[in-house]
């Protein structure tokens, strides 16, 4: 069973930055990537990015690129991701999920985090 938590959400002002941390316990041979989705009321939970845990590959949505990086800690077992640039469109609630690397959709990981509001202000 692997368990992920998150932090390090919260308000900050348009083109400011965050980081958001997940931390990950019990991983399988199944969830070789980690990743976060976005979700705002309403609408479907969407794909921000992705990385590969034993090789650090990323890939990203293009409304994020050159402004959201994934990087990992192996030894805390643990991602995060840094967003700078922040805009008043990147408020949501950000879940981390444990699943294959390279998959987009949400409805294919099993694992996922209690989710973090980031809210930018204008």
């Known amino acids: 069973q692997v368990q992920l938590v998150e932090s390090g959400g919260g308000l900050v002002q348009a083109g400011g930055s965050l980081r958001l941390s997940c931390a990950a316990s019990g991983r399988t041979a199944s969830t070789n990537g980690m990743a976060w989705f976005r979700q705002t009321p309403g609408k479907e939970r969407e794909f921000v990015g992705g990385?590969?845990?034993?090789?650090?590959?990323?890939n990203y949505v293009d409304s994020v690129k050159g402004r959201f990086t994934l990087f990992r800690d192996i030894a805390k077992n643990t991602v995060y991701l840094q967003m700078n640039s922040l805009r008043p469109e990147d408020t949501a609630v950000y879940y981390c999920a444990a699943g294959l690397y390279g998959v987009t959709n949400a409805r294919q990981y099993d694992y996922w985090g209690q989710g973090t509001q980031v809210t930018v202000s204008s």
């Open positions: 990385i590969h845990w034993p090789l650090g590959w990323t």
